[in-house]
């Protein structure tokens, strides 16, 4: 009993030691231990100077709370050693020139591996801690430089996953909220869970009442994988990001060539953001404007409610940039008699009803005919199984006779209607042939 309870623990530990630390190249979320902040990419190139400070307007960290809902957070890490951190079609690399040695620390945190990452700038040894302002210089481990590196896409799905904050979760909405998405890794819309579907826009109508109205069109569903750098609509049961779970599930696709479309449907990874901005005070602040940040134009209608409480797509404020990772209704993709338009309301989706399978009494073997071929598959087959009173109707029944399977149609063989296949079926199929 000893020796199993050990192996147990034993196990236990090995499960938590291999969610918590890099592994492969993947999806990962890095966790600084002494802030207990996230690092979250926002893509703005840096003019370096001469100070260790190249990180702070590509990289804003957040809290626990935050990182759950901002893609950016999601970061690919194609290799230990010298390597960059990648999300939304840039790197940190590309955004700062600098390449991050990245190594397992000599200490571990709450139980857990940590990690290391320095760099040189300028022929300065420089190690990546987070004391509020990013990047500093030093070579002193402390808890500020270490970092947990946590896989994504494996495990718990109460932790490995991005949450959505829908655009209507403070309104009433009877149990229907919208968000949308666009992003550089492909996710999975998990099976049984609040995220109902990914749609699109293909076509704006307009109604009797002079309004225009969008119906998504839905194009994903549960269990299916939507592709990275694909603009859409996404359909939820819950009203907060931790209740919408989608996981990050292939490698990203580096689209940066912004904004990216689909149909109707326009998207990109980044917008305007605010983060620190003095090396000496942490109170300092900017705001930065990553080269790919969309400018809000009159072409440009983003979700979100309006005065009454309606959903729909709206011009967003001048002078403003697109929110970060959403998709936008873009006029300039419409139809030209659609010019000019300024909102355009979201009409909820028709799902169409499940259809029973249908039965056409006497093709055995489905294949669409009723012949004779369907007589000998169900001789043969009452020949092996002669009773088959439990198959379950509307579903295929199987049975092997030297390894030959045979397969009918249980709801098209009983044809008779009994609710068993027995040799009247046969003499019943018969006559209807010869009646033909």
């Avoid at 309870?5 to 969610?19: E, H």
């Avoid at 700038?121 to 430089?145: H, M, Q, V, W």
């Avoid at 305007?272 to 005070?281: K, R, S, T």
Wanted: hydrophobic share 40%; net charge negative; charged share 20%.
């Amino acid at each position: 009993m000893m020796k199993r309870y050990i192996i147990a623990i034993l196990g236990l530990v090995v499960a938590v030691i291999a969610n918590a630390q890099f592994t492969e190249p993947g999806f990962y979320r890095v966790h600084n231990v002494g802030s207990d902040r996230y690092i979250c990419i926002k893509g703005t190139k840096y003019n370096k100077t001469t100070r260790p400070d190249a990180f702070w307007p590509c990289i804003k960290m957040l809290n626990d709370s935050a990182q759950i809902s901002d893609p950016g957070s999601i970061v690919y890490i194609p290799e230990m050693g010298e390597t960059s951190l990648c999300a939304q079609g840039v790197s940190t690399y590309s955004l700062t020139g600098l390449w991050l040695k990245v190594d397992t620390a000599t200490v571990w945190e709450g139980g857990k591996p940590t990690y290391v990452a320095r760099t040189q700038y300028n022929n300065f040894p420089c190690i990546f801690r987070d004391y509020g302002n990013g990047l500093t210089a030093g070579s002193k481990e402390a808890p500020e430089s270490r970092w947990w590196i946590e896989p994504v896409n494996v495990g718990s799905m109460d932790t490995s996953y991005l949450g959505l904050v829908p655009v209507n979760a403070a309104v009433a909405d009877q149990g229907t909220y919208w968000a949308t998405l666009c992003v550089d890794f492909a996710v999975l819309l998990p099976l049984d869970g609040d995220v109902e579907g990914a749609y699109t826009v293909n076509e704006v109508t307009l109604g009797e009442d002079g309004m225009y109205y969008a119906e998504p069109v839905k194009v994903y569903g549960q269990g299916e994988i939507v592709p990275a750098s694909t603009p859409v609509l996404i359909k939820c049961k819950a009203s907060y990001a931790s209740g919408n779970k989608i996981v990050p599930v292939a490698p990203i696709a580096n689209n940066t060539v912004m904004p990216i479309t689909n149909d109707l449907l326009m998207g990109n990874y980044f917008s305007n953001f605010i983060n620190h901005a003095d090396l000496n005070n942490y109170e300092v602040t900017a705001e930065y404007i990553p080269e790919q940040a969309t400018e809000a134009t009159a072409e440009h209608l983003a979700l979100g409610v309006n005065a009454e409480g309606k959903l729909g797509f709206f011009p967003q404020a001048e002078g403003t940039y697109m929110a970060a990772n959403t998709a936008w209704l873009s006029t300039t993709l419409m139809e030209k008699e659609f010019d000019g338009v300024t909102a355009v309301y979201l009409v909820e989706p028709v799902e169409p009803e499940p259809q029973e399978p249908e039965v056409y009494i006497g093709d055995v073997n489905g294949d669409g005919e009723l012949n004779i071929k369907d007589v000998t598959m169900l001789i043969n087959y009452l020949l092996v199984q002669p009773n088959n009173d439990e198959t379950p109707r509307n579903e295929p029944a199987e049975t092997e006779d030297d390894e030959v399977v045979l397969t009918v149609n249980v709801a098209n063989s009983d044809v008779n209607g009994d609710g068993q296949l027995t040799i009247k079926d046969v003499t019943m199929l018969l006559n209807m042939l010869l009646s033909r």
